[in-house]
């Protein structure tokens, strides 16, 4: 009579035995293994704060480098936060003589839209062996109003963790849209803010370091939802936002100092056109974020609004550029696609022209390449070549105006 060759269980005895060259297996041992499996995977996932390979800045601005075009100051920025945030972690993890803590230093990056503030999340987020997660800041309210309480960061940065409290209390955090929350007025309000200075209150004690209660599965507190306490203290945020209207800011406190006879020595000094490389603490005051914030994001950086040279390069240059992307698409139809310098040229200029940056130059080609990427597939083509002409008449199609911003 057949029988289990792991437990030696009867086939009568069993509810399946699966048979293979010499032996059996029983359900029950199945689902044995299979625990088992589970179980030594899990072990094998676990953050090991020892097993890093360290890179150096230089390392990681490199593999920047590969994904995200220009932002100089930026990459180098991000590149040096997380180089000291696993040197934190390392200290943390073996005490030294001389008993010096390396405080976090937590990061604001202040960009227009499309310059590659999430892109530069997302691309750290391939080299990183910390668990990492992008939130949106749009969505947070005031505990009890709708939306998501602010306890909801952590919660995404667990679940990334797959629920390892002590690998998620050592992750990075990208906190976007951070300029959503932003008061909305100069004066705090006698009524409530719950989408805005309400959510940079409670926002306060995740980022200067604290023991927090967060609900496992996300959603509202309740009385009889079992919580799971997180210490924020060596949790990296990295903040981005686009910060519109900005400027003028800027442009009123750096006219405020140009006074007397050096006035327009001074004034010709200043760029007009990227005020935001001027952008100082202050600034981000006046915007609407309370100082409580600010003083808990000590390292402030900008991104350049991208030029014509730099959105030429994102077509063609990165490894997930926009066109190779394209190209790779059609190769799996076995269909050549090849694009015509003049067509770049003319994608390019469009882009300026929306003021969407980077995003408007994947929001044109997928007007212009909609119609083949719906035909060709089904037809006997093998090769297409875009023209600026059929790029042009595919533009035409589409109502224009809705692609720039007002």
């Given at each position: ?11 009568k ?21 299979y625990?088992?499996v ?21 390392e ?17 920025f ?47 987020a ?83 370091g ?5 609900p ?64 100082a ?16 994001l ?17 077509l063609?240059?990165?490894k ?5 992307q ?11 696609l ?21 995003r ?19 037809g ?27």
């Amino acid at each position: 009579m057949d029988k289990c060759s792991f437990c030696g269980r009867d086939k009568k005895d069993t509810n399946l035995l699966i048979a293979g060259i010499s032996g059996h297996i029983c359900d029950s041992c199945i689902e044995q293994a299979y625990e088992i499996v589970q179980e030594e995977l899990k072990k094998n996932n676990e953050f090991d704060v020892n097993s890093i390979k360290l890179l150096k800045p230089v390392e990681i601005k490199k593999f920047l480098d590969l994904y995200v075009i220009g932002q100089e100051e930026a990459k180098k920025f991000i590149s040096v936060a997380v180089y000291n945030h696993y040197k934190r972690l390392m200290q943390t993890s073996r005490r030294d003589e001389d008993d010096v803590e390396i405080e976090k230093s937590n990061i604001i990056l202040v960009g227009e839209t499309g310059t590659g503030k999430t892109l530069l999340a997302r691309t750290i987020a391939k080299l990183l062996h910390v668990p990492f997660t992008i939130v949106d800041a749009t969505v947070l309210t005031e505990a009890g109003y709708v939306g998501e309480d602010i306890e909801s960061i952590l919660t995404r940065l667990l679940q990334v963790a797959d629920y390892n409290v002590e690998a998620a209390e050592k992750g990075i955090v990208f906190i976007d849209e951070i300029d959503k929350i932003a008061r909305k007025g100069d004066n705090p309000s006698i009524t409530r803010d719950v989408s805005g200075e309400g959510v940079q209150q409670g926002l306060l004690k995740l980022l200067e370091g604290s023991v927090v209660n967060v609900p496992p599965q996300g959603g509202r507190k309740h009385p009889d939802q079992k919580m799971i306490p997180v210490n924020t203290k060596n949790i990296l945020f990295i903040c981005g936002g686009a910060f519109d209207g900005i400027d003028k800011k800027i442009a009123l406190r750096l006219n405020t100092k140009i006074v007397g006879y050096t006035a327009a020595r001074n004034t010709s000094k200043i760029e007009r056109d990227n005020l935001l490389q001027y952008i100082a603490p202050q600034d981000l005051k006046a915007f609407g974020l309370i100082p409580e914030i600010i003083g808990r994001l000590p390292v402030l950086t900008y991104l350049h609004p991208l030029d014509r040279t730099a959105l030429r390069n994102i077509l063609t240059e990165p490894k997930n550029a926009i066109i190779k992307q394209y190209i790779k698409l059609f190769k799996i139809d076995a269909i050549e696609l090849e694009f015509e310098k003049e067509v770049l040229e003319y994608i390019v200029d469009k882009a300026i022209e929306f003021k969407l940056g980077a995003r408007g130059l994947r929001s044109i080609c997928e007007h212009i390449m909609i119609d083949a990427m719906f035909e060709l597939p089904s037809g006997g083509t093998d090769k297409m070549v875009v023209t600026k002409k059929y790029a042009e008449e595919k533009l035409e199609k589409v109502n224009i105006k809705r692609l720039k911003v007002a």
